[in-house]
C-alpha cells in the first residue's frame, strides 16, 4: 500500500514570500489534515478535511495560511506572506472516515521541512 | 482545548531495562489514546494506542496503560533495545469519528538507551 505523499521536501524561502506544499493522502482516505511541527515540540494540527470539507481549523492562522482539498483527494497548503516563525515541518496524514464513533490510525507523510530565512 | 503534559522529558536508561513515560490530559471526554514514536529526522508512527474501554494493551515489548478516572495513560518498554532510541508523542483524542479528531500531541519524551 502507498503511504501519504508530500512534495516538496525541503523548502527555503525568504521573509514575506509565498509558499505552497501539496499532499497525497493514501487511497481511500476520506480525512486529511495538516500538521505543524517546529523544532523540538509535538505536532500541532492545522487545518482537517473530511472529504473536501472543512472540519477543523481553529488553529489555522487564516490571516497568512490558507489550505484547500479540491475533489476531496489532494490537498495543498499555503503560506503567503511567510514570518520566520514558521519555520517547521509541515506534515500531513490521513486516515479512514471514523464513523460511528471509531477513531482510525493517522498515517503521516515524510513531512515538508520549510526554512525561512 | 486538551491540555496534555508528558514526562518525564528526557528519559536514559540501559539497554534491557524497562522505560516508563507518562502522559497527563485534561479532556474527560478523550477516548482515543495513541503513542507515536519519532526517529530524528522521520515521520511520526503510531506504535500502539488504547481505547477507553480498555484498561491495558500489550503488543510485544511495548504496553500501555490507561487510568481514565485520573485522566492518565502510560508507554511502557521492556527490554529496551538501540533502536528504542527516539522521540516518544502521546495524542490522546475525543474525537467520536466523524467529526473534529485532530490529534493534540504531547511535547515529547526523548527516550535514550544507553549501550
Known amino acids: 500500500e502507498a503511504g501519504v505523499a508530500q512534495s516538496p521536501r525541503y523548502k527555503i524561502i525568504e521573509k514575506r514570500q509565498s509558499v505552497a506544499f501539496w499532499c497525497n493522502p493514501i487511497?481511500?482516505?476520506?480525512?486529511l489534515y495538516w500538521y505543524q511541527q517546529i523544532l523540538g515540540q509535538g505536532p500541532k494540527l492545522l487545518i482537517q478535511?473530511?472529504?473536501?470539507?472543512?472540519?477543523?481549523d481553529s488553529q489555522l492562522p487564516k490571516d497568512r495560511f490558507s489550505a484547500e482539498r479540491l475533489k476531496g483527494v489532494d490537498s495543498t497548503l499555503k503560506i503567503q506572506p511567510a514570518k520566520l516563525e514558521d519555520s517547521a515541518v509541515y506534515l500531513c496524514?490521513?486516515?479512514?472516515?471514523?464513523?460511528?464513533?471509531?477513531?482510525?490510525?493517522?498515517?503521516f507523510g515524510p513531512g515538508t521541512r520549510l526554512t525561512v530565512t | 482545548g486538551e491540555n496534555v503534559e508528558q514526562h518525564p522529558s528526557t528519559l536514559s536508561v540501559q539497554e534491557g531495562d524497562s522505560a516508563v513515560i507518562k502522559c497527563t490530559y485534561s479532556?474527560?471526554?478523550?477516548?482515543?489514546f495513541p503513542w507515536y514514536k519519532q526517529e530524528l529526522g522521520k515521520r511520526p508512527q503510531l506504535i500502539i494506542d488504547?481505547?477507553?474501554?480498555?484498561g491495558e494493551k500489550k503488543d510485544q515489548r511495548i504496553a500501555v496503560t490507561l487510568n481514565k478516572t485520573a485522566k492518565h495513560f502510560s508507554l511502557h518498554i521492556t527490554e529496551t533495545q538501540p533502536e528504542d532510541s527516539a522521540v516518544y508523542f502521546c495524542a490522546p483524542q475525543r474525537g467520536a469519528g466523524g467529526g473534529a479528531d485532530g490529534l493534540t500531541f504531547g511535547k515529547g519524551t526523548h527516550l535514550i538507551i544507553q549501550p
Open positions: 496524514a490521513s486516515s479512514l472516515n471514523g464513523w460511528g464513533g471509531y477513531s482510525y490510525e493517522q498515517y
Open positions: 479532556d474527560s471526554a478523550s477516548n482515543y
Open positions: 478535511f473530511q472529504n473536501n470539507g472543512v472540519v477543523d
Open positions: 488504547i481505547r477507553s474501554n480498555v
Open positions: 487511497s481511500g482516505h476520506a480525512t
